[in-house]
Structures are given as C-alpha cells and as structure tokens.
C-alpha cells in the first residue's frame, strides 16, 4: 500500500536539504543527513523523491525562477536598451552567480556527475532560455528572433562558465569592462551585412541537392554513351 504523502513532510525534507546543500555543497550533501535534519528516516525520503538529485531540482527550479522574476520586475522600471541589456547581463553573470553563497554551483556539480539516464531532463534550462530570449529581444530589436535565440544559449552557456568561476577563483564574478564591452558590440551590430543562418542552411541544403542531381544526370549520360557504343548483334 502507497504511503500518503504529506505537504509538511515535503517541505521539511526540501527545507533541511537546502540547508545541508548550502552549508556543505551538492557533492557532500547525503540523503541521511537531510533526514536527520527533517526529522524523517532516510526510507521516507525516497517515498517523496528518486533521488538526491530530485530533490536538488525541486530546489533549484523555484530558486532560479525567482531569480528571473526579479530580473523582470527591474527592466519595467529601465527604458534605454543599453542599460536594460547591461542589466540583463549583470544578472546573468554576475548577481545569480555570486546568490545566496553561490549557491547555483550546486547544480554545476550535480550535472557534472549525472546522465540522462538518471532523469536528468533539461526543461528548466529552456524554460529560462526562453524567458532570457524575450528579454533580449526588448534590448536588441535590430536582431531576428533566430540569432536572439543563438545569443541567449551563448549567454547560458557563459552563464555555467561564471558559475564555476565563483566557486573556484574565489568568488571572482564578471568584470563590468566585459558587460560593457560586449553590450557595445550587441547593440552595435549590423544584422543586414551577415545573411541569416536559416537562409544559409536553405541555400547550403540546395547547392547539395543541385550537386547530387548533377552527378545523377552525368551518371545517366555516360551510362547512355556505353549502351549507345555497344555492338549491336548481327
């Protein structure tokens, strides 16, 4: 028979491993501990997640989610791009980074030491790509919906690397030289000289179509040369 799951047990459980997590990191946390602090026993810790890392997501998510909307709030009140972009960007690199003792380098170290196979699934990390991409594509109106999208998984990308960063070079975070610079060059850039990269992929799909049919046609042709050369029988 299934246990009944309780609201406060959950919260308890989620409560206590935050806790461990921040004080010791993801790495070191251990589901005993978490149920020592909760007040549970281990067993039922597993009645109410798979795993360690499950319970880091149900952590996580509303954390980072937080963190976007805060992000939000703020550019209502910013009009000029430049400085919406800047604020973006700052966030991004530099404040969610550095949050509650870095804390976002638990999941650094979650997925470093996890696969697919364990129900790792990358939903949130789209869920706030996307919302990343709607906010770029306030800051920088010149740039099509496509190369925003590209932008906004680069900047994630960056957005990992910076992560590390404050947790190995002693809470280091982005120098405002580098936001700036790279605002100046986002806002700067001149999307009609580069053409766009579905256009690209089309015309590259169909110089290979082209190429292949031309190879077909030479083939028949000489085909047809051989057969035409033949001897006939007498």
């Not at 459980?13 to 149920?35: M, N, Q, W």
């Not at 949050?99 to 990358?122: C, D, I, V, W």
């Not at 960063?165 to 982005?174: D, G, P, S, V, Y």
């Amino acid at each position: 028979m299934a246990q009944t799951k309780k609201k406060e047990v959950r919260r308890a459980i989620l409560d206590a491993a935050y806790k461990v997590i921040a004080e010791r990191g993801y790495a070191d946390a251990s589901i005993s501990e978490i149920a020592r602090l909760a007040n549970v026993s281990p067993a039922n810790v597993y009645v109410y997640f798979r795993s360690k890392l499950d319970i880091l997501f149900a952590i996580y998510d509303p954390w980072l989610t937080a963190q976007f909307d805060e992000l939000e709030r703020s550019l209502v009140q910013i009009n000029a791009p430049s400085r919406r972009l800047k604020k973006v960007l700052s966030t991004l690199w530099r404040d969610i980074p550095s949050a509650n003792n870095g804390f976002a380098n638990n999941m650094m170290q979650a997925l470093s030491a996890t696969t697919g196979r364990e129900g790792y699934k990358p939903t949130l990390r789209f869920a706030a790509e996307k919302r990343l991409s709607k906010m770029l594509e306030e800051c920088l109106p010149h740039l099509d919906r496509e190369r925003v999208r590209d932008l906004a998984s680069i900047l994630f990308m960056a957005f990992d690397g910076y992560i590390v960063n404050f947790h190995l070079l002693e809470r280091a975070t982005c120098p405002m030289r580098r936001l700036e610079l790279l605002g100046e060059i986002l806002l700067s850039f001149d999307s009609q000289r580069l053409p766009r990269a579905g256009r690209t992929a089309r015309r590259a799909r169909g110089e290979r179509s082209a190429s292949v049919a031309v190879q077909k046609s030479a083939s028949f042709l000489r085909r047809a040369r051989l057969r035409t050369s033949e001897p006939k029988p007498h």
